[in-house]
C-alpha cells in the first residue's frame, strides 16, 4: 500500500474527499441523472493524489450522534473509489441503521479517515497490549479465528481507557470482554481525518 502522506495532498483535501462522499450518497438516493454525472466526472482529469490505492472509512452523523459508519482496512482500490463506495456503505448497509433518507441529507456530516498501513502489535497476553496502546493515535484491528473487528483512533474519545476500549472491541467481534486467547492477533493502524460542516 502506498503510505498516506497528507502533505502531499492540497489545502481542500477535505472538502474534496467529503464530496465524494456526499455525491455518492445522492446518486444512490436518486438515480436520475447519474449516468450523465458519472460520464462529466470521467471525462475530467483526476489528480494523482486520487489515485493512489487507499484504505478508508467514511463516518455519517446527525445532531452529533453516529448515523453510519462503514470502512476497509486494506487499500485494494484508489482514493476516490474507496471514499464513494464506503459512503454509499456507510449512508445504506451499516447493519446497525436504516438506510439513510433524503430528508436527513441536508444535516448529514460526513467525517473521511484515511488510514495508514496496519501493522502487527506483538503481546503474549493482554497486559502487554495494553501497555503498547497509544490511547488517542492508534486505530485497531481485532482478528481471532472468525471474529473481527476494529476501532478508528476517534472512538479512544467516548473510550479513553486501554482496557475498556479493547473489551468494547472484543463484544464488537461478539467475544466476551474477559477473553484472550494465543490466536489473537491484533494490528494498529493511524487516521489523517478530513471532515468538512
Given at each position: 500500500?502506498?503510505?498516506?502522506d497528507?502533505?502531499?495532498?492540497?489545502?481542500?483535501t477535505?472538502?474534496?474527499?467529503?464530496a465524494?462522499?456526499?455525491?455518492?450518497?445522492?446518486?444512490?438516493?436518486?438515480?436520475?441523472g447519474a449516468?450523465?454525472?458519472?460520464?462529466?466526472?470521467?471525462?475530467?482529469?483526476?489528480?494523482?493524489?486520487?489515485?493512489?490505492?487507499a484504505a478508508?472509512?467514511?463516518?455519517l452523523?446527525?445532531?452529533?450522534?453516529?448515523?453510519?459508519?462503514i470502512?476497509?482496512?486494506?487499500?485494494?482500490?484508489?482514493?476516490?473509489?474507496d471514499?464513494?463506495?464506503?459512503?454509499?456503505a456507510a449512508?445504506?448497509?451499516?447493519?446497525?441503521?436504516?438506510?439513510?433518507t433524503?430528508a436527513e441529507?441536508?444535516?448529514?456530516?460526513?467525517?473521511?479517515?484515511?488510514l495508514?498501513?496496519?501493522?502487527?502489535?506483538?503481546?503474549r497476553?493482554?497486559?502487554?497490549?495494553?501497555?503498547?496502546?497509544r490511547?488517542g493515535?492508534?486505530?485497531?484491528?481485532?482478528?481471532?479465528?472468525?471474529?473481527?473487528?476494529?476501532?478508528?483512533?476517534?472512538?479512544w474519545?467516548?473510550?479513553p481507557k486501554?482496557?475498556?476500549?479493547?473489551?468494547a472491541l472484543?463484544?464488537?467481534?461478539?467475544l466476551?470482554r474477559d477473553f484472550?486467547s494465543?490466536?489473537?492477533?491484533?494490528?494498529?493502524?493511524?487516521?489523517?481525518?478530513?471532515?468538512?460542516?
Amino acid at each position: 500500500m502506498t503510505e498516506f502522506d497528507p502533505n502531499e495532498r492540497p489545502e481542500e483535501t477535505a472538502g474534496v474527499l467529503t464530496a465524494i462522499a456526499r455525491t455518492a450518497i445522492e446518486r444512490e438516493l436518486s438515480k436520475a441523472g447519474a449516468g450523465e454525472a458519472v460520464d462529466k466526472a470521467s471525462a475530467q482529469p483526476e489528480p494523482a493524489w486520487l489515485q493512489e490505492p487507499a484504505a478508508t472509512f467514511v463516518t455519517l452523523t446527525l445532531d452529533g450522534r453516529l448515523r453510519g459508519c462503514i470502512g476497509t482496512l486494506e487499500a485494494k482500490r484508489s482514493l476516490r473509489a474507496d471514499v464513494a463506495a464506503n459512503g454509499r456503505a456507510a449512508a445504506f448497509e451499516d447493519p446497525r441503521f436504516p438506510p439513510l433518507t433524503a430528508a436527513e441529507l441536508d444535516d448529514l456530516v460526513i467525517e473521511v479517515s484515511v488510514l495508514s498501513e496496519p501493522e502487527p502489535i506483538l503481546c503474549r497476553d493482554e497486559a502487554e497490549l495494553l501497555a503498547a496502546l497509544r490511547p488517542g493515535t492508534d486505530g485497531l484491528v481485532l482478528r481471532c479465528g472468525a471474529h473481527r473487528s476494529t476501532f478508528l483512533p476517534q472512538v479512544w474519545k467516548s473510550l479513553p481507557k486501554p482496557a475498556d476500549f479493547v473489551a468494547a472491541l472484543k463484544e464488537k467481534a461478539l467475544l466476551d470482554r474477559d477473553f484472550w486467547s494465543d490466536e489473537m492477533r491484533f494490528l494498529r493502524y493511524e487516521v489523517e481525518k478530513y471532515r468538512k460542516d
